[in-house]
Each structure stands twice: as C-alpha cells, then as structure tokens.
C-alpha cells in the first residue's frame, strides 16, 4: 500500500454552502457529498484529524509497549493497535 499523504490536513468550504474539501498542502484528500451540513462539518472535522489521531495512538501504543506492560496487555491496547492496522490498510 502507498504511504498516505502527511499532515497537517485542512478543512476549506467550497461555494456557498456547497462542499467541505478537506486539502493536504496542494492535494485534496477528500471532499464531502452531502448538503454541507453540521454532520458534514463533522466529518469534514474528523477526517481532517486522522493524520494527527494517527500518530497520537501510535505515540500511546509504543509509550504502552515499553513502559505500562499492564495496559499494553489491554483490551484498550488491542483496539488501538487495530485501529493503527485499518488506517495504515494491513488488516
């Protein structure tokens, strides 16, 4: 799998209450296709995150690995290392 593009990732508004592109530098990673509405703000909002959701919870899961073995035995640390394999497409 290609590697994704980087963040920061950004949230514009396309027209009048039209779509909410969400952009990388000079590339757009996605745009929403509903009536631009607050639900479409919000995942505007989240996807615009992923990037920086991304590394977070690798930082948590290797700060666990090495230093908490309690919580890295978890089922918090199960489903963070899930979720780091569905974003990075290994699952």
């Known amino acids: 799998m290609a590697q994704p593009i980087t963040g920061p990732w950004s949230v514009e508004k396309t027209g009048p209450a039209t779509r909410y592109v969400i952009i990388a530098g000079d590339y757009r990673v996605a745009t929403t296709l509903g009536d631009c509405d607050a639900v479409d703000q919000a995942n505007a909002a989240l996807i615009s995150a992923a990037p920086e959701l991304l590394e977070a919870l690798k930082n948590i899961v290797n ?10 035995a978890s089922d918090a640390a199960t489903d963070a290392i899930a979720a780091i394999a569905k974003a990075e497409g290994k699952c």
């Not at 700060?63 to 890295?72: A, G, L, M, S, V």
């Open 63 to 72: 700060f666990w690995r090495h230093n908490d073995p309690k919580n890295f």
